[in-house]
């Protein structure tokens, strides 16, 4: 099949960029981790009334599979921002807003140097398929992020989080 008649069939686009996206989705587990530790970390500084819900992550999750472009993932991430504190948790230590929950997350997928817009960059698609790309990875991401949320959250095992944390430093 020719390149033209894979752009010409959204399936087989799909297909393509699917199996481009695939293995790259595991790399972004420590990430996910990151995140969540953002959350850990603010818990620990004792702002008790600050609860992430698994909800919260399953609506993100939801919102990444009802969009088609990065953009309108960031604005639902700014909107969660603004009505809900969970969303601007950092770590204790950090200052300014880059280290917030929601800003982290919007950063893998819009910085240069955000992991997700990292792979998507790196796989050979045009433009309009690093964008689906960057979509598929972010859906995974989301789910992972959850995931990780829902151990975490009935375990309180946040040693496990830390230690695939850790994974982005190896």
Not at 21 to 27: L, Q, W
Request: with cysteine; aromatic share 6%.
């Amino acid at each position: 099949m020719s390149e033209t008649q894979v752009h010409d069939d959204p399936a087989l686009m799909s297909m393509q960029i699917r199996s481009a996206v695939k293995p790259s989705e595991g790399r972004l587990v420590p990430y996910a981790a990151q995140c969540l530790l953002c959350l850990h970390d603010h818990e620990k500084t004792g702002a008790a009334s600050v609860r992430m819900e698994t909800s919260q992550l399953r609506n993100f999750m939801a919102a990444c599979n009802a969009c088609d472009d990065p953009r309108l993932v960031q604005v639902w991430v700014l909107y969660q921002m603004s009505r809900h504190k969970e969303w601007c948790s950092r770590p204790g230590d950090q200052g300014g807003t880059d280290h917030m929950f929601g800003h982290q997350i919007v950063g893998l997928f819009t910085k240069a140097d955000g992991r997700i817009h990292e792979l998507a960059n790196s796989l050979r698609l045009s433009e309009h398929q690093r964008r689906e790309a960057t979509m598929q990875l972010l859906r995974a991401f989301a789910g992972q992020l959850a995931r990780l949320h829902s151990y975490v959250k009935k375990d309180g095992d946040w040693d496990t989080i830390e230690r695939i944390a850790n994974e982005v430093k190896s």
